[in-house]
Structures are given as structure tokens and as C-alpha cells.
């Protein structure tokens, strides 16, 4: 990947950044996840939910985890009088950042290779896997452990390590258990946030054969314990680390992880060499921007005031350093962000993966992130996924919204995401991708909405066709034409009264008297 200049291209639109189509490279989501072939399941939105929402077990799940979040979130910025101010100051940190992307990039990437460090620029998802793959080749590694990244999830990492020979280990708790089960993560900073805990008990029993039979796993703190001690021998024994990174600093070339569990913390400084896997947005201009960015992150993620561990790791050991890697190489993705600079969705680019959007959705709430089909679930994968992968494959996702405003009302860099998804469902309708009926219907009720009168006539016939078909009965559980509303719900019959324009028309003219 060239260096990121505007005189030579690199922010030039092109399909040739595109990282994913149907015959793309990584782990399958929704099948066995070494596969290394990914095929992604976001065209069948419809089906994945409707199994969901079947599932008792992701219900209860769902219902257990939801609330958590809300409240400690809510306890948070309760106790942080100056939070809207900070959402502003995090959201202008991002907007300028990404109009002067090439500028900080640049300046990283000198505070990298003068702090000992590498800088690998990568255009694609390819190019970055071959980049990790050569790094681990040459130290030698046959065992790789892994802090918690969606970016590798995007990648297809660890499928592409096992095909060529090598072992990646995943240290965060969320993340190891859905190793064990070959499982995707269903949440960006909750991977396990679809289990309950009699199923990590069951895994834990299933797959470590060498549990004595009587270990009673009475809390998570147990499992957590057990965890440990399976993974303590795989971080002295690999040779390469990987983690993502949250921020990457212009001002020093540090980059940032935060985690709950210390799994990050031993994942780059144990092994000879660490690899932190980015992509490009994640660059900030100076440390008190990350700190200020920070602040936010963990108020929105979890509820704390700050994640318990929070790394600043910058360039590879020194002499007097008394431990650190050996090596120390940053991996950046574009993977198809460039493409989204200058257009209708560069706000998207300023998202920290909070996971706020997706805890405050109610679509989100009753599916799970597995129904998306792809790394990134909720309302930002549904702005984010089209723009990586392409509309022609992900339009249901930014219609699977009820445009409640949730998700914008909590956004900590204040991201209009519903915005985002109207302008996906304005390309999706452009290019002819959507249905032939629903573009019928909205092309008729657009002949009525263009001509007033007959838009009165028509609402005023219907209502009362309806209201003589409903009388008695409250509600119509059938309704010919209107199978997609009633398979799921009852349609209420109209109130007497007429339209709502009409009701409102007498009550105008009653107040006026």
C-alpha cells in the first residue's frame, strides 16, 4: 500500500479497495469457523433472525446481559456532569483527525520507525494477511497468542494462520470460549454476549477433558480461574503477539488497548515480537486527544470511568526497558475506508467501538449481532458493513431499524447513524435492489403523495373500508395484502373518527371557538 498522500491517489474511490465480495478469504460466520473461505450470511438477515428469535437459549441471554449495560451506562454519565460537552470535543477530535488523515498517518508512522517500530501499509484484507503471516514466519512462530480485535475478525486471522501451520490462541475470555466452540463473536466488546453461563460451564466441561469431575464452576470468577490457568502456558510459549489497537497517537507512536482481564497486557509484552493490527481511522493527533477520547470509551462500552487496564505500548524493547518485545510492528488496514472519505459516510469513521449503539437498539435486543452476518452487528455494522462489502449484499441490514434514534442519542463522537442508514436505503432504492413490490408500492403511494387531494381521498377510503371490515373485532389478525405486518402482529382496525388530519381539523376548529 502506498503511503497515504492526496497527490498520489491513496483517497481515490475505486472498487479496487473493496476487501470483501462472495469469494473473499477469512472465517465463515454462521459455519465452522477454520474454514478459510468466508461467506458471509447478511443477504439472509431475515432467516438468521427469524432463528434467533426462536432460540430460547440466545433469548435469555439477551434478556440477561441487555440491561446490565443500560444501566451502568446510564449510572455513568449521570455522574459525569460535563459528558455532552465531551461528546462534542470527541466528535471534532474525529473530524478533524480524519480531514487531515494523511497529515497524522504520516506523522505516526515517523514516531513508529523512530521509536524501533515497523509500519506495514496495507491496502486490503489479503495484504494485511500476508503481512502477519510473513512476520510470524520469519520468528519462527508455531504458537501465536491473541488479544481481543474485531479488525482480525474482519481479516480472517486465525483462519489464515491455521491453514499455513500456525496455532493462534485466543486470550480474552469471551473470545477463547468461542474459540472453543468455533464460534464468531456476537458483539464487538462482548464476544460472548450470546451465552449464558450453564453454556461456558458445558463447553468447558466438554472440550477440557481433563477437568475432575467433581469441579464445581459456582460463579464466572471460576471459569474465569480455570481459563487462566489453561492459558498462563501459552503465553510463555508464543512467539508472536497480536492485539488491535483502540487509538494509534500521532504524537508519540503509541498505540492504545484497553481491556478488563490484563489478557492484552501479557499478549504484547511476553512475546519476542507484537503485532498491532489497525485500521486507518483509529489514528488521533496527541495523547490528550486519546485521553479525551478515552474518557468516553469505557463511560459508553461498560459503564466503568476507565477500563482496568489501559496500555500505552510504544515501539519495540529498549536497552533498559526490563521486558517488552523484541520486535514491534503496526499493521494498517484501509480494507475499503478510503472509499468512505469525502462521501455521505465519513461521519461512520469516527466510531471507538463502544458497543453503545448496539446495548440501546431494539432490533439488536431481539436478534443478537450472529443475525447480521458479519463482523459488525448492530446499528453501526448496519452503516458500516454496506460500506466495506457493498449494498448489493447487506440491504437488509440498514432496513432492520425501527429509527427509534437510540443509537444516535447515545453515540459518544455523535454519529447520525440513522442518517447513515437512510442514505444506504436511498442507494440500496438507486440501484434497483430492492424488492419489485416494495418498489411498486412506494412508487404508488409517492403518485399520492405528490397530489394532496387525492393522498385525503385515498387515507379517508381506506380508513373507512377498514373500519366497516374491523367493526367488532379490534384488531385483524389477516389482512390480504398485508401478510408481512400480520404474520407477526395484529393490525389494529381504525377508531371511528376518520384520518388523523381530519380528526385533527375538527380539533383545530374547536379550539379556535
Known amino acids: 500500500m502506498p503511503r497515504p498522500s492526496r497527490r498520489n491517489g491513496w483517497w481515490r474511490r475505486s472498487d479496487s479497495h473493496r476487501p470483501l465480495t462472495s469469494g473473499a478469504r477469512g472465517a465463515t460466520y454462521g459455519e465452522d469457523r477454520s474454514s478459510p473461505v468466508v461467506a458471509i450470511t447478511s443477504p439472509a438477515f431475515k432467516e438468521n433472525a427469524a432463528r434467533a428469535l426462536a432460540d430460547p437459549g440466545l433469548q435469555k441471554a439477551l434478556g440477561t446481559a441487555k440491561g446490565a449495560f443500560l444501566q451502568r451506562r446510564a449510572q455513568a454519565v449521570a455522574n459525569l ?7 462534542e470535543i470527541g466528535r471534532d477530535i474525529k473530524n478533524h483527525t480524519l480531514a487531515n488523515l494523511d497529515f497524522y498517518l504520516d506523522a505516526y508512522e515517523a514516531k513508529v520507525l523512530a521509536a524501533g517500530g515497523m509500519v506495514h501499509w496495507c491496502s486490503t484484507p489479503d495484504d494485511a494477511r500476508a503481512v502477519v503471516l510473513e512476520i510470524c514466519r520469519k520468528a519462527g512462530a508455531k504458537t501465536v497468542t491473541k488479544g481481543k480485535s474485531m479488525i482480525s475478525e474482519e481479516l480472517g486471522i486465525n483462519a489464515h494462520l491455521e491453514a499455513n501451520g500456525i496455532r ?22 462482548a464476544p460472548a454476549f450470546h451465552l449464558n453461563r450453564e453454556d461456558w460451564e458445558a463447553d468447558f466441561r466438554r472440550l477440557h477433558t481433563d477437568l475432575p469431575a467433581d469441579r464445581v464452576f459456582a460463579e464466572r470468577r471460576d471459569i474465569l480461574a480455570e481459563a487462566r490457568t489453561k492459558l498462563r502456558e ?3 510459549q508464543a512467539d508472536v503477539g497480536i492485539t488491535g489497537a483502540n487509538f494509534l497517537i500521532a504524537e508519540t507512536g503509541s498505540s492504545v488497548i484497553v481491556t478488563n482481564e490484563g489478557n492484552g497486557d501479557l499478549t504484547q509484552t511476553l512475546p519476542r515480537v507484537h503485532i498491532a493490527l489497525a485500521s486507518i ?3 488521533v493527533p496527541t495523547l490528550e486527544d486519546a485521553t479525551s477520547l478515552l474518557r468516553l470509551l469505557a463511560r459508553s462500552a461498560t459503564g466503568q470511568d476507565f477500563s482496568v487496564y489501559t496500555t500505552f505500548s510504544t515501539g519495540a524493547r529498549r536497552e533498559a526497558d526490563l521486558d517488552g518485545p523484541e520486535e514491534y510492528h503496526v499493521v494498517l488496514i484501509d480494507g475499503g475506508r478510503s472509499n468512505m472519505l469525502g462521501t455521505d459516510f465519513q461521519e461512520m469513521l469516527r466510531c471507538i467501538r463502544c458497543a453503545a449503539c448496539m446495548n440501546h437498539c431494539p432490533v439488536y435486543g431481539a436478534v443478537g449481532g450472529h443475525a447480521y452476518g458479519w463482523v459488525y452487528p448492530g446499528p453501526m455494522g448496519s452503516v458500516l458493513t454496506p460500506s466495506l462489502v457493498g449494498i448489493d449484499k447487506t440491504g437488509l441490514l440498514p432496513n432492520a431499524s425501527t429509527f427509534c434514534g437510540r443509537c444516535e442519542s447515545v453515540c459518544p463522537v455523535k454519529i447520525p447513524l440513522p442518517k447513515l442508514m437512510r442514505h444506504w436505503r436511498e ?3 438507486e440501484r434497483h435492489l430492492t424488492p419489485t413490490a416494495q418498489r411498486s408500492n412506494l412508487n404508488l403511494w409517492a403518485w399520492f403523495a405528490r397530489r394532496p387531494n387525492a393522498y ?16 367488532g373485532k379490534g384488531a385483524f389478525r389477516s389482512l390480504p395484502l398485508a401478510g408481512g405486518w400480520t404474520e407477526g402482529r395484529d393490525l389494529p ?7 388523523f388530519m381530519a380528526r385533527y381539523a375538527r380539533q383545530q376548529r374547536g379550539a379556535r371557538r
Not at 477463547?176 to 464468531?184: A, D, F, K, T, V
Not at 385525503?456 to 367493526?471: E, V
Not at 382496525?493 to 376518520?498: H, K, Q, R, V
Open 81 to 87: 456532569p460535563e459528558f455532552e460537552r465531551l461528546r
Open 168 to 189: 493462534p490462541v485466543e486470550t480474552d475470555l469471551g473470545e477463547y470460549i468461542l474459540q472453543l466452540r468455533q464460534e464468531h463473536p456476537s458483539h464487538i466488546i
Open 234 to 236: 501459552k503465553f510463555l
Open 281 to 283: 481511522e483509529k489514528v
Open 427 to 429: 442507494r440500496e432504492f
Open 456 to 471: 385525503r381521498w385515498a387515507t379517508r377510503a381506506a380508513i373507512g373500508a377498514l373500519g366497516l371490515l374491523g367493526r
Open 493 to 499: 382496525a381504525p377508531e371511528p373518527g376518520g384520518t
